[in-house]
């Protein structure tokens, strides 16, 4: 998924850096960021997606908080290494 995203044409994606700040604009988001190892840049956007995580910078910053811890759940991840293009001959 990571590369997928890297590769669209329409995502700036950007690993090792630090969001600073966020405001809301009227038709855009201004966001301050800074790279590992460079300066402090502004960028404008018209998304800003927060997918960092249950104590996220970018909840912190819209104000969205986190309360309570959530719904009691488990979670399972299954990793399946198989050549789809082989055929058992049992059909398997």
Do not use: K, Y
């Not at 970018?58 to 290494?81: A, E, K, R, W």
Request: proline residues 5%; hydrophobic residues 35%; neutral net charge.
């Amino acid at each position: 998924m990571r590369q997928r995203v890297i590769d669209h044409p329409l995502v700036d994606a950007r690993f090792g850096t630090v969001l600073l700040d966020a405001q809301q604009r009227v038709d855009h988001v201004e966001v301050r960021l800074r790279p590992s190892g460079g300066p402090d840049s502004t960028v404008r956007t018209s998304w800003l997606v927060g997918a960092d995580g249950s104590r996220s910078r970018v909840h912190h910053l819209v104000g969205i908080g986190t309360d309570t811890l959530g719904v009691p759940c488990s979670n399972v991840n299954i990793l399946i290494d198989a050549d789809l293009g082989r055929r058992d001959p049992t059909g398997w």
